[in-house]
């Protein structure tokens, strides 16, 4: 008998008729003798839905206590899926309770719409669990020390089914979504994509921190810290295949770097649509510039991510970095009215129309030249190269948008992800 937390996203719930399906599944693995923990998304669309809801009510609801109120609209479509999902477990004869965040307890600090989880109390789960029912816990959401409903970031609910995971000490954590794993990229972009039957952790880090939206990147950070053995697999294969074939299935996160057989020196592209690029033009090229600038912007609450300083002429230079698209026009605003007037900047410029392009690989530690094949492919496709970062394992580039699907299939390419596994 094994301790397994089953994750479910938006799609596998996205009807009572994937709903029955997945009570049919997780009955499945309940007869077969386990304990079960099931946490799902909401419906599919249902969070955007709630959250177009508050918009039209309050367009820009930035302050604390509309943040507050946006969590307490979001958290709802995860109660109305646990509470489906047990009444579908429970018509099937099989025992099943569902409970919110905040019954559970899933404790969070305070942080609106971007909580992180501080801890979990099982022993709820425990006592259900040993009466023999399924337990289901809500997904993306908790509750902080003052009793306020939090949300975890959108597609947190992978969040939530790794803390629980970690903090039962579970055997596995099954991530069932749409797709039947990790593959070399999304495979909406580039349908030659093809499955990894395991990726290291540091690899999948480094995918869902680039843009990789099949996992968030807080549950991959759990995963790590807790050690928790985790898999991505489809929740639409049919619902009564052998389990030991579905246990083997989809991608199995690894934690030993030299688990996997063949090591190829880039194993996926991630891309990332939600950045937008501002420069700081003709700045007094000092010390302390750098802080004046993205002292500011980090004062603002404002996450930079890639920062390029060009070489100075004549003592001026100019400053460029990305944020996420949702804050280009308010580090607009502040660039604009605070920043260049303090530093002495001659004007500022931006563009929201800009996205982010990543090779991935451990095997980048130990080949070189990889980079510089990303770059030779893409000025083969005439793609001009705004920005580059780089760390151990992966290469990123800021390029035009609208190159985005051009670049991710060239590269896909280029590092040979199109091809077949050797048999
Ligand atoms: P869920 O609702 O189950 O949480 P998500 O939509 O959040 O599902 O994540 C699954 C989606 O992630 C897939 O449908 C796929 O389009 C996308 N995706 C992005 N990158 C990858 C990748 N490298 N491998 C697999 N899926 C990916
Ligand atoms: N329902 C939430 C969202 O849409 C959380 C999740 O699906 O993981 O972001
Ligand atoms: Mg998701």
């Known amino acids: 008998m094994a301790l397994i937390v089953h994750k479910y996203?938006?799609?596998?719930?996205?009807?009572?008729?994937?709903?029955?399906?997945?009570?049919?599944?997780?009955?499945?693995?309940?007869?077969?003798?386990?304990?079960?923990?099931?946490?799902?998304?909401?419906?599919?669309?249902?969070?955007?839905?709630?959250?177009?809801?508050?918009?039209?009510?309050?367009?820009?609801?930035?302050?604390?206590?509309?943040?507050?109120?946006?969590?307490?609209?979001?958290?709802?479509?995860?109660?109305?899926?646990?509470?489906?999902?047990?009444?579908?477990l429970q018509a099937q004869g099989q025992g099943a309770v569902s409970y919110t965040?905040?019954?559970?307890?899933?404790?969070?600090?305070?942080?609106?719409?971007?909580?992180?989880?501080?801890?979990?109390?099982?022993?709820?789960?425990?006592?259900?669990?040993?009466?023999?029912?399924?337990?289901?816990?809500?997904?993306?959401?908790?509750?902080?020390?003052?009793?306020?409903?939090?949300?975890?970031?959108?597609?947190?609910?992978?969040?939530s089914a790794v803390a629980v995971a970690a903090a039962m000490k579970?055997?596995?954590?099954?991530?069932?979504?749409?797709?039947?794993?990790?593959?070399?990229?999304?495979?909406?972009?580039?349908?030659?994509?093809?499955?990894?039957?395991?990726?290291?952790?540091e690899e999948m880090l480094e995918m869902a921190s680039l843009g990789s939206k099949v996992l968030q990147i807080r549950s991959v950070?759990?995963?790590?810290?807790?050690?928790?053995?985790?898999?991505?697999?489809?929740?639409?294969?049919?619902?009564?295949i052998d389990i030991a074939e579905e246990a083997r299935s989809g991608t199995l996160i690894t934690f030993e770097e030299d688990e996997k057989m063949e090591q190829a020196v880039v194993s996926g592209i991630a891309f990332n649509r939600d950045e937008a690029k501002v420069t700081v033009l003709g700045v007094p090229d000092r010390p302390g510039i750098a802080y004046s600038i993205l002292g500011a912007v980090a004062e603002a609450n404002i996450d930079v991510d890639v920062i390029i300083q060009n070489v100075s002429h004549d003592g001026k230079t100019d400053f460029s970095f990305t944020v996420h698209r949702n804050d280009y026009h308010r580090v607009l605003d502040l660039l604009n009215n605070k920043v260049a007037p303090s530093t002495g900047a001659a004007s500022v410029t931006g563009d929201p129309k800009i996205c982010k392009v990543s090779i991935v690989g451990i095997g980048m530690k130990s080949h070189v030249g990889v980079a510089a094949r990303m770059f030779r492919t893409l000025s083969e496709e005439g793609i001009n190269i705004q920005m580059i970062s780089t760390s151990e394992i992966k290469t990123s580039v800021v390029i035009d948008e609208k190159y985005m699907e051009l670049a991710v299939r060239a590269l896909h390419k280029a590092f040979d992800l199109d091809a077949p596994l050797p048999a």
């Open 9 to 88: 996203g938006g799609t596998s719930m996205g009807s009572t008729e994937r709903i029955r399906s997945v009570a049919q599944r997780v009955a499945k693995w309940a007869r077969a003798g386990h304990q079960i923990v099931v946490v799902p998304s909401a419906m599919s669309g249902e969070t955007n839905r709630l959250l177009g809801l508050a918009k039209e009510l309050m367009p820009q609801a930035d302050s604390a206590e509309a943040q507050r109120e946006l969590d307490m609209i979001a958290a709802t479509g995860e109660q109305v899926s646990v509470g489906l999902l047990a009444l579908a």
């Open 101 to 159: 965040g905040w019954q559970v307890p899933v404790k969070t600090d305070s942080a609106y719409t971007k909580a992180r989880i501080q801890s979990i109390d099982d022993a709820r789960i425990r006592a259900d669990l040993d009466a023999g029912r399924v337990v289901i816990v809500t997904g993306f959401q908790g509750i902080d020390s003052q009793g306020h409903i939090t949300t975890l970031g959108r597609g947190g609910s992978d969040t």
């Open 170 to 201: 579970a055997d596995e954590c099954l991530i069932y979504t749409d797709v039947d794993g990790v593959y070399t990229t999304d495979p909406r972009i580039v349908p030659e994509a093809r499955r990894l039957a395991t990726i290291s952790f």
């Open 221 to 240: 950070e759990f995963a790590g810290k807790y050690r928790v053995p985790m898999r991505v697999l489809s929740s639409f294969t049919p619902w009564d």
